[in-house]
């Protein structure tokens, strides 16, 4: 891995582990297509959700990042950030829009992360998290 994948991976799994999760292990496959779909988002210019049929049994977290050096580790930090958003509720309640990243990061039956990225043409970075299997469903809690 890269310097920022690694740093990428260890913020998920620095976190995972305060809470006693299995670490998430680098899916290079995930990683694959998490660039692919992140070169989509840098043509379109926006972040929007992939639906559940571009990413079977996949979980996803969205980010775009101006002027970091390390986009990825930007993101997973802003994604595990969430936890000060997260208050043990089942998810679909509370905010899901303020917590529903690190919930993901976090999600007990997760077992491999892969990211990517891509540059648009106005220099901002659009970064894909990828996760197998997927989490955040409806009703239930992540650890």
């Not at 006693?20 to 990683?31: E, F, S, Y």
């Not at 996803?60 to 509720?89: I, Q, R």
Request: charged share 20%; with cysteine.
């Amino acid at each position: 891995l890269n310097p920022d994948q690694q740093k990428a991976l260890d913020i998920h799994n620095d976190k995972r582990k305060g809470k006693g999760l299995q670490p998430l292990a680098w899916d290079n496959q995930l990683a694959q297509a998490a660039e692919n779909y992140a070169k989509h988002l840098a043509q379109i210019g926006k972040t929007e959700h992939s639906n559940g049929d571009q990413r079977p049994n996949q979980g996803e977290n969205l980010a775009s990042v101006l002027g970091s050096d390390t986009p990825l580790t930007t993101s997973a930090d802003m994604w595990v950030g969430e936890d000060k958003n997260y208050h043990d509720e089942p998810i679909g309640q509370g905010n899901f829009g303020s917590y529903g990243h690190y919930t993901q990061c976090m999600w007990k039956s997760t077992t491999k992360v892969g990211m990517g990225l891509a540059k648009d043409a106005k220099g901002s970075v659009y970064v894909v998290g990828r996760y197998s299997p997927p989490g955040n469903f409806i009703g239930e809690k992540p650890y």
